[in-house]
């Protein structure tokens, strides 16, 4: 089996980026032990890819994977990036030239949410392209989160989207499993060899500060109900972190990266910081 590497979801990083330049951040990650990152939410310009061609060459830093849309909402909604319908050329080249295999679709588009029949068009969709960009050396992975567990006919939507597609993989986060009320133990084996990479990042019930909840009476309850569920960094949350790495590397998993959608405040190489320090005493160290 391919040898297993933990790295970084740069999404969490993107305003340090925009504050430091994608090159000294890549620096940062590396000087933090990790040597592996996915692209995500950030400018691929030509700067960038070459910010990201010099930390392969200056450190080996290796972009496992990057981002991309499938396509616009509509003429007068786009998506913030490049799209496959759009730019499937410059995507193609972008990651040849960091020497990236992997591509992932960050979420379900609003427009085809809501049916069996819109889930099973847009399946159809990421096979076409999935199709082709393998003839390139290209993977193309589907970032599940927790809506994709909704079912239509007593058939998870992301189980449709599995049985529909050959081609297509699927990227799963086990905090998103674990927030649909599914234990990522039990679903990671379900895809089995169509997964190369997994999203780490734990769940906690956070501290309650009602201060921090808007409205009175009813309104603020409500927030707080459904607002103090948090992202936290490995190990400081409930998940059976090392049970669910274990059976995720048994399902043929080549790449964990670690990520946090909110920092709540923290700094993020902090956060990243005490989610490595975790992981090591988990006995994952050569990993890194």
Not at 47 to 53: K, L, P, R, T, V
Not at 55 to 69: E, L, Q, R, V, Y
């Amino acid at each position: 089996m391919t040898s297993t590497q933990i790295g970084v979801q740069m999404m969490m990083l993107k305003q340090k980026v925009q504050e430091e330049g994608l090159y000294n951040v890549l620096k940062k990650v590396s000087d933090l032990g990790y040597n592996a990152v996915e692209i995500s939410q950030i400018d691929m310009n030509q700067q960038n890819i070459e910010a990201m061609q010099q930390a392969i060459n200056d450190f080996g830093m290796n972009i496992a994977a990057m981002s991309c849309g499938v396509e616009h909402i509509s003429a007068k909604q786009k998506y913030p990036g490049d799209t496959l319908e759009d730019d499937f050329e410059k995507i193609v080249a972008d990651c040849k030239a960091v020497n990236c295999s992997i591509l992932r679709i960050g979420m379900l588009p609003i427009n085809y949410m809501g049916s069996k029949e819109s889930t099973l068009q847009f399946a159809e969709i990421c096979e076409t392209y999935a199709k082709r960009l393998k003839e390139e050396g290209i993977d193309l992975y589907y970032h599940a989160h927790n809506l994709e567990f909704v079912q239509y006919n007593g058939q998870f939507m992301l189980d449709l989207m599995r049985d529909h597609t050959n081609y297509l993989g699927f990227e799963l986060d086990i905090h998103w499993i674990w927030r649909a009320g599914l234990n990522p133990i039990d679903v990671i084996p379900k895809y089995a060899n169509r997964i190369r990479a997994i999203h780490l990042k734990d769940y906690r019930v956070g501290e309650i500060d009602m201060s921090q909840y808007p409205g009175e009476g009813h309104e603020k309850l409500y927030y707080m109900l459904h607002m103090i569920t948090q992202f936290a960094e490995l190990g400081k949350g409930t998940l059976p972190l090392k049970d669910i790495i274990e059976i995720g590397r048994e399902s043929g998993s080549e790449y964990f990266f670690v990520e946090q959608d909110e920092l709540y405040g923290e700094d993020p190489y902090n956060c990243l910081t005490i989610s490595r320090d975790h992981l090591y005493d988990l006995g994952y160290k050569s990993w890194f």
